[in-house]
């Protein structure tokens, strides 16, 4: 499930700056679209929530996941509210760092293994 929701998040936030170089462009008709990917991005990181927590409490996970879904949800929610108010001096270098961070986020869950009991 993480590394499913990490795919998901990695390929909205890749679209989302398409759509930003698209608009810068010309195309101002990916405005529209641009806000409503980002606003449904929001939920990702509710839902990685769960999925870490299933992660570190069924599959011995570790504990220090449990910080990434909140810390996700607020650079998610800074980067809506800085595009909301046309901030671009936040919103592309935030834009820029969540790339990274989906890019991250897809790194270590495909490399991840779970701790296993050591056998005697």
């Known amino acids: 499930m993480v ?13 989302q700056a398409i759509m930003a170089g698209r608009f810068v462009t010309g195309d101002v008709d990916l405005l529209r679209v641009h806000g409503a990917v980002g606003g449904s991005l929001v939920l990702f990181p509710m839902v990685q929530m769960v999925a870490a927590v299933l992660l570190w ?3 011995r996970g570790p504990v220090w996941y449990l910080a990434y879904p909140p810390v996700l949800f607020v650079l998610v929610v800074t980067q ?3 595009g909301g108010a046309r901030n671009l001096a936040l919103h592309i270098p935030l834009g820029t760092a969540l790339v990274g961070v989906a890019a991250w986020n897809l790194t270590w869950s495909f490399g991840f293994r779970r701790h296993r009991e050591p056998t005697i």
Do not use: D
């Not at 590394?3 to 679209?15: D, H, I, K, P």
């Open 3 to 15: 590394r499913v929701l990490g795919v998901l998040f990695a390929v909205g936030t890749l679209t």
């Open 57 to 59: 409490w069924f599959g």
């Open 80 to 82: 809506i509210g800085a």
